[in-house]
């Protein structure tokens, strides 16, 4: 009922009898991708499905309603609380959080500063809605292996896209931030770039990532690291998907400065990681005490290995 709730507060007043029936898929949708003058396609259960033109789901593309530009522009007013301008600065990053955790891509013209940094986003005629689902519970498997005594170990969970690696880094740093049969809570510094973790809507998080966690929404992954440990003394830092060297360096600071690092990485394999010349640093160093492998099954994430810091195998198939 919560999701059903959240999903059709998305959608104006007038316009919610037409959504109806995908809020009420709210635990299985995945994704709502709306093109201005082409069909409605939602993601369910990893599924393409289409609403027809009184909103009654199907299977069948021919069916699907075309969406207007007029309606899809009046999404938009409704999702941004009909105050385009105080979103600008989010629209200049490509996406804008909406009330519930959940994340809209946009896409149209893109207007330019003199320095050729994105300004803005005009003629808007695409929103990805992806819906945000928690998954209490899905770090308890891996618990145990996250901890030496009672001493959180470094830990990169390595995954390709839509395998579950954010899910489980939320309830990770959840059960860190609240504390847990092993060890009692601690101080979380979640630097949430692109507003995926956490989910925040104006500042608050709409997911539960722990009773000690504070939120940097929205910022660069190596300037927010650095600001939480000028700012915030954390004890744990976590940050999603590590991509360049800047990132590397700055997480190598709060190493530096006695803290726990929870992170992810896109790759298929542990093989795969040792090929990625900027995590040649950590890597060489053996920095991290523990990698996280997943995969996805039947539409399932799976935690397919956990190696320890030499990369040996701990367990596999949790």
């Known amino acids: 009922m919560r999701l059903y709730e959240e999903v059709i507060?998305?959608?104006p007043e007038h316009l919610r009898f037409l959504?109806?029936?995908?809020?009420?898929?709210?635990?299985?949708?995945?994704?709502?991708?709306?093109?201005?003058?082409?069909?409605?396609?939602?993601?369910?259960?990893?599924?393409?499905?289409?609403?027809?033109?009184?909103?009654?789901?199907?299977?069948d593309f021919s069916k699907a309603r075309i969406l207007p530009y007029e309606e899809l522009g009046q999404i938009l007013k409704h999702i941004c609380r009909y105050s385009l301008y105080a979103y600008e600065e989010e629209m200049s990053r490509g996406f804008i959080s909406a009330d519930g955790g959940f994340r809209v891509g946009i896409a149209g013209e893109v207007i330019l500063n003199p320095d050729g940094s994105v300004k803005n986003i005009r003629y808007i005629s695409s929103l990805n809605?992806?819906?945000?689902?928690?998954?209490?519970?899905?770090?308890?498997?891996?618990?145990?292996?996250?901890?030496?005594?009672?001493?959180?170990?470094?830990?990169?969970?390595?995954?390709?896209?839509?395998?579950?690696?954010?899910?489980?880094?939320?309830?990770?740093?959840r059960l860190v931030s609240d504390g847990n049969e092993i060890?009692?809570?601690?101080t979380v510094g979640l630097v949430d770039e692109r507003s995926e973790i956490a989910g925040c809507f104006q500042g608050i998080p709409g997911n539960d990532v722990g009773?000690?966690?504070?939120?940097?929404d929205g910022c660069p992954k190596q300037e927010g690291m650095m600001m939480l440990l000028r700012s915030m003394a954390p004890q744990v830092v976590a940050?999603?998907?590590?991509?360049?060297?800047?990132?590397?360096?700055?997480?190598?600071?709060?190493?530096?400065?006695?803290?726990?690092?929870?992170a992810t990485i896109h790759g298929t394999s542990y093989e795969e990681l040792k090929q990625k010349k900027f995590m040649e640093p950590l890597l060489n160093e053996k920095v991290f005490g523990r990698f996280l492998i997943l995969e996805k099954k039947q539409d399932q994430f799976l935690v397919e290995q956990v190696r320890d810091r030499d990369g040996n195998i701990l367990v596999q198939n949790l």
């Open 239 to 262: 940050v999603d998907e590590l991509g360049s060297r800047e990132e590397i360096h700055a997480l190598e600071q709060a190493l530096k400065c006695g803290c726990s690092v929870l």
């Open 9 to 11: 507060r998305l959608f």
């Open 19 to 59: 959504w109806k029936n995908t809020a009420e898929e709210g635990a299985h949708l995945q994704e709502i991708r709306l093109r201005a003058q082409k069909p409605v396609i939602l993601i369910i259960g990893g599924k393409e499905v289409y609403p027809d033109s009184s909103g009654r789901l199907t299977e």
């Open 129 to 173: 809605i992806r819906i945000a689902h928690e998954a209490k519970g899905a770090a308890l498997p891996v618990l145990a292996y996250l901890y030496s005594g009672r001493r959180l170990e470094n830990t990169l969970i390595l995954s390709p896209p839509g395998c579950g690696k954010t899910t489980l880094l939320r309830d990770i740093i």
């Open 183 to 186: 060890a009692a809570g601690q």
């Open 211 to 216: 009773m000690r966690t504070d939120v940097l």
